[in-house]
């Protein structure tokens, strides 16, 4: 039987499932796994089983989404700052990771797992790339833009999250998705991360559902302006081309049409050949490090 699917709703949670997916529902919620440690001393166990039963509500969490028609779901299970806790800790937590994970990612695509991650390290090695870009003479420095910089991120392939939760009562991002969820609904709870119910898990939607219009909003009014960004920049560069060329034609609005349209059109084509080697610089690097590790 699976991980996951194991179990179904009770009555009354199918219910109330079903009155929450009238409203708007967030298609891809992140969660910030936090508290572990002291719901282990809370309960007086010890804090790897803390940590184990961390992962195993993770198992039940991803079933209520799935319930609850959420296709996506990305996780914080470890930051890089966490390789800064004991030997012993880290350790029992690689090994939870290697059996739980692969597990879940045998049979959920719906999962993404940031390990071993903090957000700024993400950004930063996207301008890195995007630097290798130029370097290499795939991009002009004059392509960077966010909305290549998002094309860099790891998260590249999914869409941004619609609410972002965080347990145990910490109100900070602890650098996750810094990038990925500034029109995002953020919700902290107080729960311990191994005490959170479905209940819980309804509340955020709740939140969600309570501010989506206004989300909606600025998510579509950041990107016209990003457009509208982009547009204006394109046209500065066409006119300033076209005034170095000093022909008579710099006034002809046909021809400089004409010039802005190439000009898009070459740029994407350089993007689109940039993200081609950049998929395949990954893949290298993934190849030659399952190689090392083999
Ligand atoms: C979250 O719980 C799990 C990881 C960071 C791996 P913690 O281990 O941070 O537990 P608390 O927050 O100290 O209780
Ligand atoms: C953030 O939790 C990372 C994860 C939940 C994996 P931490 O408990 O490590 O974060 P800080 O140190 O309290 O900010
Ligand atoms: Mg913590």
């Known amino acids: 039987m699976s991980f996951i699917r194991e179990g179904e709703l009770t009555f009354i949670e199918r219910f109330f499932a079903n009155i929450l997916k009238a409203g708007p529902m967030p298609k891809h919620v992140a969660f910030i796994m936090d508290g572990n440690r002291r719901y282990a001393q809370k309960c007086h166990v010890e804090r790897q089983e803390g940590h184990s039963q961390g992962f195993e509500k993770l198992a039940e969490t991803l079933r209520w989404c799935l319930n609850l028609g959420i296709r996506e779901v990305t996780v914080y299970a470890f930051s890089i700052e966490n390789f800064k806790r004991s030997k012993e800790e880290v350790d029992g937590l690689m090994d939870l990771a290697r059996q739980k994970f692969s597990r879940l990612l045998e049979e959920q695509c719906f999962l993404n797992v940031c390990f071993a991650y903090t957000s ?81 898990l ?93």
């Open 202 to 294: 309804c509340e955020a939607i709740l939140r969600y559902q309570m501010n989506s219009s206004a989300l909606q909003k600025a998510r579509a009014s950041y990107m016209d302006e990003r457009k509208r960004q982009q547009m204006a920049k394109d046209q500065a560069y066409v006119r300033k081309k076209l005034q170095q060329e000093g022909t008579a034609s710099h006034e002809d609005p046909v021809h400089q049409q004409n010039l802005l349209q190439q000009y898009t059109a070459m740029r994407e084509e350089r993007i689109q050949a940039f993200l081609q080697a950049l998929e395949q610089k990954r893949v290298d690097f993934l190849d030659r490090l399952c190689t090392a590790s083999a």
């Open 120 to 200: 700024r390290h993400e950004i930063c090695n996207a301008v890195r790339e995007m630097a290798w870009g130029v370097e290499q003479g795939l991009l002009e420095p004059s392509d960077v833009s966010e909305s290549l910089l998002e094309k860099c991120l790891y998260t590249s392939n999914s869409p941004d999250p619609d609410l972002l939760i965080r347990t145990s009562g910490e109100v900070r991002l602890s650098d996750f998705l810094l990038w990925q969820t500034s029109h995002s609904c953020l919700v902290f709870q107080s729960v311990l991360w191994p005490e959170y119910s479905f209940w819980n």
